[in-house]
């Protein structure tokens, strides 16, 4: 996790002097909301922040949650990670544990904080990994039906 420290520190000042805010949509996860410049325009009025780092797994998501989503005191979490551990060879069932961490890291800290999970999207660099995609994501929708306050989207 020692990759992720400079990123991760980073946010942590944001969240010091409040440029990420308490009790607005927080967006966590990787560079695919990382690199979102335009989170907050194209969101406005919508209060968002942007807590994510770039090449994130689901793995680190969950290793840093109490560093940057606990304090952070979200409105509304937005997630989106695992293609990156997918890619990085991690076999869906590991990537469904560190999916499962990151609900029970949720209902531990933030039981009242809605959860959007965002499916692992498909891309052609990635194409091999379609039918794990499936299956995390399959995994992903059905678990989160089953919860108050968490939803599934596919975009």
């Known amino acids: ?13 944001c969240i010091r002097n409040g440029a990420i805010p308490p009790n607005v949509n927080l967006f966590y996860g990787s560079s695919s909301f990382r690199l979102w410049e335009t989170l907050a325009d194209d969101l406005s009025p919508h209060a968002v922040a942007n807590a994510a780092f770039g090449g994130s797994t689901l793995e680190a998501c969950v290793h840093f949650f109490e560093r940057l989503v606990v304090p952070a005191r979200p409105k509304t979490l937005f997630f989106y990670a695992g293609d990156n551990d997918l890619g990085d060879g991690k076999y869906y069932l590991q990537v469904i544990e560190y999916f499962e961490a990151l609900l029970s890291k949720r209902a531990r800290y933030l039981p009242e904080t809605p959860l959007y999970f965002l499916s692992i999207k498909p891309s052609p ?3 091999h990994l379609i039918p794990m995609m499936r299956l995390v994501n399959a995994y992903a929708r059905d678990r989160l039906a089953e919860m108050p306050g968490c939803v599934y989207s596919c975009p």
């Open 1 to 13: 996790m020692q990759w992720y420290e400079s990123a991760v520190a980073a946010l942590e000042a």
């Open 125 to 127: 660099a990635r194409r």
